[in-house]
């Protein structure tokens, strides 16, 4: 398996720019959540999906931000327009259908490093 | 909102020495997650913690879980450059959900 993708691994580019980033989970993985990691606020929650649907949007900063998972293999989480404040690591994870441990385990992806010039 | 502070911030050891990170909750904890980040890379998870009293231990690294002090310890015994990293503990928002909370990181340094 080649575990939970993200792309890009870097993007630089300029304020009021749409910037796009993309995550493939785990197949079979039916929760997939988007974190943002800072310095300064360490690791948020901006939103998580559960069988595709969107479950709890409250961590998203603000309306600049969107995400969408249209299908069970993609999601992707947008910025339009960006702003230098955005810049941090963007980080998709995953979690299996099967909860009945009462685990549950995420699997990280690389990340996605933005710098918003 | 669920909290959770990790101490300390940083830490330099010279390798073969123990060392103990700390997390502790602001509120009940309903089990707890520790994963290690290299600089560059995703979360690697280690080990969860679900029960109060719960010690768990992979190779040199041993964590536990002491519910009534809403805390856990990550202890690594005889480090080595290999441990170098970030820790971070993660917990769940509030009892059965979905949502994990980490705490900032705790930024472990093994010197040879």
């Known amino acids: 398996d080649a575990g939970v993708i993200q792309s890009p691994r870097h993007e630089v580019t300029e304020m009021g720019q749409e910037v796009t980033l993309r995550c493939k989970p785990i197949s079979g993985h039916n929760s997939l959540f988007w974190y943002r990691q800072t310095m300064m606020r360490g690791l948020e929650l901006l939103i998580y999906f559960n069988n595709n649907v969107p479950i709890d949007d409250s961590g998203m900063p603000e309306d600049r931000f969107s995400a969408k998972m249209p299908n069970a293999s993609f999601s992707t989480l947008k910025i339009q327009p960006s702003e230098p404040r955005d810049s941090a690591v963007y980080f998709c994870?995953?979690?299996?259908?099967?909860?009945?441990?009462?685990?549950?385990?995420?699997?990280f992806g690389a990340g996605s490093r933005l710098t918003v010039l | 909102s669920q909290e959770l502070e990790q101490s300390p911030q940083s830490l330099i050891v010279q390798e073969g020495k123990n060392l103990t990170i700390n997390c502790t909750s602001s509120k009940t904890l309903y089990g707890l997650y520790w994963y290690k980040q290299k600089y560059g890379e995703g979360l690697i998870f280690l080990m969860m913690l679900q029960k109060g009293g719960e010690e768990k231990s992979h190779e040199k690294i041993t964590a536990k879980l002491d519910e009534k002090k809403q805390q856990s310890s990550l202890h690594i015994t005889a480090s080595q450059p290999s441990h170098a990293g970030i820790y971070l503990c993660g917990a769940p928002s509030q009892g059965g959900s979905e949502k994990l909370v980490f705490g900032k990181g705790t930024k472990l340094t093994v010197n040879p």
């Open positions: 994870a995953t979690t299996p259908r099967d909860k009945s441990s009462g685990a549950n385990v995420l699997t």
